[in-house]
């Protein structure tokens, strides 16, 4: 009896277990403005960073914590409560082993009293890169949350986040902030450059700052946390892919093959393997057409393109040969899945760097098509996912040409800082001389700033 259990659960493994197995060794899930121990989302524990046993993570005591007086139903609890920051804050990980790192920021914007969220207007800084600048866009606040994902290089004890309000005016705020340590074959040390003089080389690709702006499912529906190893979201491709004459989708019931050499499932799960798009040839000619995604994005910066191909359409090996273009550039010539991984179904990926914006089309251009070996009545081309990172430039910064020193001493400098400070120390003075008032005459008139320096106060009583 046992041991048939046994080896049912070994039979299962594989399928279930396995998919689940990465267990990074640095994994911290913060619900910030929280007070309560864990709240799951996808099954994965938050803890909010107003219980003290978390309170090395947590921003100085002057960071306040705001509730959504308005929660629209099925809003995910971690958008339920946000810390806002009037002067620059940090949140500080420490970090069991150096390496790449993945940070997720989830920013939804609320009404809190009288507090719109959606004014906010900051920076954020993570061990002394620029991630994000002046930043305000957000995009249909109520309905989505803005998540912002980055692979970061740590070869420090911490992984510092600092948030730091564009102006005295302005004020930041997080509801929740991922501190993930990345498998070591996520981000590899080379990939090709491809220029219009030359196709070169590509070192310390793990070095640079990368913020993922595109991450792509191909034919197929969106692939959400629940079912990918390292809890990404896959948008379907319908938005970006331009040409449709003579493709086709694919979805592919059976198992996927991870293989050593090609791709493992944290560089992609099943979910996004075992949907592609395709060309087919019909009759006895091979269609002279190409497949094309454009990537709207912006200029001056360096891209990492990743191509995840998983043959799942073929019906034997050696039959399915295409070219892969990445901005006009022929990046591959002849691609052959079945020599480089010697299975059907198996997957695999490769990384292309490029300059944004090079192309004239706007943004950044995939084409897949037939080769000069490609056959007929058979497939001539496809591809199951795409990743658009963008990189750091040279002022280590991912969004504008302002480096993080300069942002920290913009702030320090201005002297209205200090001016700042005791405008807030006389706020809470008076906010709290108002709550007293408001105990006593049980008034519920409400005072737009007040909310505040009250919840400072209640905040700096927890720490
Ligand atoms: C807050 O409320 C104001 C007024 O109703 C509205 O204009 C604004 O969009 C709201 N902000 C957010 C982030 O929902
Ligand atoms: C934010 O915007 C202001 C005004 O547009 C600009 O002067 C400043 O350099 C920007 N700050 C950063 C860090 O990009
Ligand atoms: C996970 O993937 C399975 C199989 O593709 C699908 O049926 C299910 O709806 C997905 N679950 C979520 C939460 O996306
Ligand atoms: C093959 O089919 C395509 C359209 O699917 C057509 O344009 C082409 O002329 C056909 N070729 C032959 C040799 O029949
Ligand atoms: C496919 O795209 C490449 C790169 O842009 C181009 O050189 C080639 O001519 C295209 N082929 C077709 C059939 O449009
Ligand atoms: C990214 O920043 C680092 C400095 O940390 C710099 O060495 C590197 O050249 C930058 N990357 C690019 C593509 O400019």
Redesign the pocket.
């Known amino acids: 009896m046992s041991s048939t259990l046994f080896s049912l659960l070994f039979l299962l493994l594989p399928f279930t277990t396995l998919s689940h197995l990465f267990s990074p060794p640095d994994n911290y899930l913060i619900n910030c403005g929280s007070s309560a121990p864990s709240t799951p989302v996808d099954y994965r524990p938050f803890a909010g960073d107003l219980v003290p046993r978390h309170s090395p993570f947590s921003p100085s005591p002057r960071a306040v914590s705001v509730q959504n007086d308005n929660p629209l139903p099925n809003l995910p609890p971690i958008y339920h409560t946000a810390r806002l920051f009037t002067t620059p804050a940090r949140y500080s990980f420490p970090i069991t082993l150096k390496g790449t790192h993945m940070l997720r920021l989830h920013f939804h914007p609320f009404n809190s009293s009288n507090l719109d969220l959606g004014r906010a207007q900051f920076h954020v800084l993570v061990n002394g890169h620029v991630v994000l600048s002046n930043f305000t866009r957000f995009v249909n606040p109520q309905r989505n949350p803005r998540i912002v994902e980055y692979l970061i290089w740590v070869d420090s004890e911490k992984l510092v986040v600092m948030f730091v309000p564009s102006k005295d005016s302005k004020f930041a705020f997080v509801n929740a902030i991922e501190v993930i340590s990345a498998p070591k074959d996520l981000v590899p040390e080379t990939a090709q450059y491809l220029s219009s003089s030359k196709v070169e080389v590509f070192d310390g690709l793990n070095k640079q700052a990368l913020e993922v702006v595109y991450r792509v499912t191909v034919g197929g529906p969106k692939v959400t946390p629940f079912n990918d190893s390292l809890w990404r979201t896959w948008v379907p491709d319908d938005g970006f892919f331009k040409s449709s004459a003579g493709s086709e989708k694919l979805y592919f019931g059976g198992r996927i093959k991870y293989r050593v050499g090609g791709a493992s499932r944290e560089v992609g799960p099943d979910n996004v393997y075992n949907s592609a798009r395709l060309i087919r040839s019909k009759n006895d000619s091979v269609p ?3 497949m ?1 995604w454009v990537f709207p994005v912006v200029g001056g910066y360096k891209y990492l393109v990743r191509l995840h191909f998983c043959d799942i359409a073929s019906i034997s090996l050696g039959l399915l040969y295409f ?1 892969v ?1 990445v901005n ?1 550039y ?1 990046a591959y010539e002849d691609l052959d899945l079945s020599y480089v991984m010697n299975s059907l179904a198996s997957p695999f990926y490769a990384d292309f760097v490029v300059d944004g914006g090079d192309d004239g089309v706007g943004g950044l ?1 995939v ?1 897949i ?1 037939p080769s000069k070996s490609s056959m007929a009545h058979v497939i001539d081309g496809i591809l199951n996912g795409v990743e658009v990172m963008k990189m750091n430039n040279s002022h280590n910064s991912l969004d504008g040409e302002v480096c993080a020193d300069f942002v920290l001493k913009s702030w320090s400098t201005g002297n209205s800082g200090l001016l700042f400070t005791l405008v807030a120390a006389v706020c809470i003075v008076l906010s709290l001389s108002i709550v007293v008032r408001r105990r006593f005459i049980g008034s519920r008139e409400s005072v737009s700033w007040s909310r505040l320096p009250v919840n400072l106060s209640d905040d700096s009583v927890k720490n």
């Open positions: 002279n057409v190409n094309t070219n273009y006009g022929l251009s084409s098509g």
